[in-house]
Nanobody, 115 residues
């Protein structure tokens, strides 16, 4: 089992930036890949960014150039920094961990961007 706890969401003005954190615990050795997803109000959940165990990163088109995913191995935590925030970035942001057997999800953290 893997437990994921996100934090760092909140209300931000457009143009600002925010760093989200996701702390992993449990069977973290089984994690192959970690991701951030988001779900805007009334829309489907979409992939935002991912980081492999080799620290290779990839980003979705909606945030590319404005977003950085990173990892702190000592604290089993990944981060997502989003800059130049837009109202359309408003969403619940979820942390995801992929293992061979299944995916795990955090409870989500709300990010609201005001115009």
């Amino acid at each position: 089992q893997v437990q994921l706890v996100e934090s760092g969401g909140g209300l931000v003005q457009a143009g600002g930036s925010l760093t989200l954190s996701c702390a992993a615990s449990g069977s973290i050795f089984s994690i192959n890949h970690m991701n951030w997803f988001r779900q805007p109000p009334g829309k489907k959940r979409e992939w935002v960014a991912g980081i492999t165990n080799a620290d290779r990163t990839n980003y979705g088109n909606s945030v590319k150039g404005r977003c950085t995913i990173s990892r702190d191995r000592a604290n089993n935590t990944i981060y997502l920094r989003v800059s130049s925030l837009k109202p359309e970035d408003t969403a619940v942001y979820y942390c995801n961990a992929e293992t061979i057997l299944q995916d795990y999800w955090g409870q989500g953290t709300q990010v609201t961007v005001s115009s």
